[in-house]
């Protein structure tokens, strides 16, 4: 944007260069390059790199471990939710499936006996409690049989408990079971293949990734925004951007959030303690720092690809029909600022204005001038008009 505004700012001084050199007068009276008022419409942007990524972008991982038996997907093929993705060999969570199956068989033949076992005993209690208030029997012998129902029971009590863990077991065998086939958790299309049929995967530390779907169809434009660009940025703002790939398109979206932190932050590698430490401090606060702003748009065309480079142009502000002068007229001074308007007699007379928008080229006045007075961006003697006629390249002079 500098360089855009540097090259018209010259290409502006040369032309009335020109055309004091066409119109010049043989005195040694100075000239004066000035520049009507005029009206027009001005726009204030930001300019900001980014990439293009997935909205919708998930990382389909194995919660069991084993060896993948087979990869039913291959890179860019289109899957749907339910799909079969790939399929982990179930030999070991079969046979614990199994083994906890005969486990719970065996507790329940164990409850039916520890259950006829606390027949008898009550049957027992109740014999030794009614002989006992006939006075046939002793306070010991009653006792027992209290005790041995009350053992009957606890036994009962235990094997049940036993059967809801091997329940439990069960369940836990079947959803193991379940993840030795992979399936995919939405529409979209295979942009990652991270391993290959036969390998070995581990889940034991962490959930291994087998591919990555993402749905194309949604894309996210993330926009490295700089740090002293964030403060004017604001959500809902249009931003006009292109990719490398096709300079000629423009798309058109608009800001749909700000992350509140750095980009580092937001990826997730940003840590307060390499940031405190005091000798990594002085390379920190040298450092750049960016913070994402995020625009998403339809990419039903697919002409949009995750990892393309974004060059945007964010619209901060836009003014129409004001009144705009070249920037180079505008003097600062004494927390004032003035231009220079080119009198009815041809000298230049001191006027205060007050500015609006500026697009690093033009700004807008919103008081102090009127359309069609004219402002001085410098001025020339005769001498060095014709001295500038005679530079390579110069009016006048050879190419």
Not at 20 to 35: M, T
Not at 233 to 245: D, G, Q, Y
Not at 352 to 358: F, K, N, Q, R
Request: aromatic letters at 4%; one cysteine or more.
């Amino acid at each position: 944007m500098k360089k855009i505004s540097v090259a018209i700012v010259l290409a502006l001084v040369a032309g009335c260069g020109w055309w004091y050199w066409q119109h010049r007068e043989d005195d040694g009276k100075v000239s004066y390059l000035s520049e009507a008022v005029e009206r027009g419409t001005i726009t204030k942007q930001v300019v900001a790199t980014g990439v293009i990524d997935a909205v919708d972008l998930v990382s389909v991982g194995a919660q069991v471990s084993g060896q993948i038996k087979k990869l039913h997907v291959k890179l860019g093929q289109q899957v749907k939710k339910g799909d079969m993705v790939a399929e982990i060999d179930s030999v070991s969570q079969l046979n614990q499936y199994n083994s906890d199956k005969a486990n719970l068989a065996s507790r329940q033949a164990e409850l039916v006996s520890k259950q006829a076992a606390l027949r008898i005993a009550q049957v027992r209690y109740d014999r030794e409690k009614a002989l006992f208030g006939k006075n046939a029997t002793s306070r010991e012998a009653l006792e027992n049989a209290e005790n041995s129902l009350a053992l009957a029971r606890a036994e009962v009590v235990a094997v049940q408990s036993l059967i809801k863990q091997s329940q439990l077991a069960i369940d836990t065998d079947e959803l193991n079971l379940g993840y030795t086939r992979i399936v995919a958790p939405l529409d979209g299309t295979v942009v990652s293949v991270v391993v290959d049929e036969g390998q070995t995967v581990n889940s034991n530390q962490s959930a291994p990734t087998i591919v990555q779907i993402a749905d194309l169809g949604r894309m996210e434009n993330k926009i490295e925004i700089s740090e002293g660009d964030i403060g004017v940025i604001r959500e809902k703002m249009p931003i006009a951007f292109t990719v490398l790939s096709l300079p000629d398109k423009v798309f058109e979206t608009r800001i749909s959030s700000l992350d509140p932190g750095m980009t580092t932050l937001s990826n997730g590698r940003y840590s307060k303690t390499s940031s405190a430490d005091s000798g990594s401090s002085s390379s920190s606060a040298s450092e750049a720092v960016y913070f994402y702003g995020k625009a998403v748009l339809d990419n039903q065309e697919g002409l949009l690809r995750i990892g393309m480079t974004t060059e945007n142009t964010i619209t901060v502000a836009r003014a129409e029909d004001v009144l705009l002068v070249p920037i180079i007229a505008v003097q600062n001074g004494d927390g004032q600022r003035s231009v220079q308007v080119l009198g009815a007699q041809g000298q230049p007379e001191a006027r205060a204005v007050e500015i609006g928008l500026s697009d690093g080229v033009r700004v807008e006045i919103k008081s102090g001038l009127k359309e069609g007075e004219r402002v001085i961006m410098g001025q020339l003697s005769q001498e060095e008009i014709r001295n500038a006629a005679k530079m390579p390249g110069g009016p006048g002079g050879p190419n």
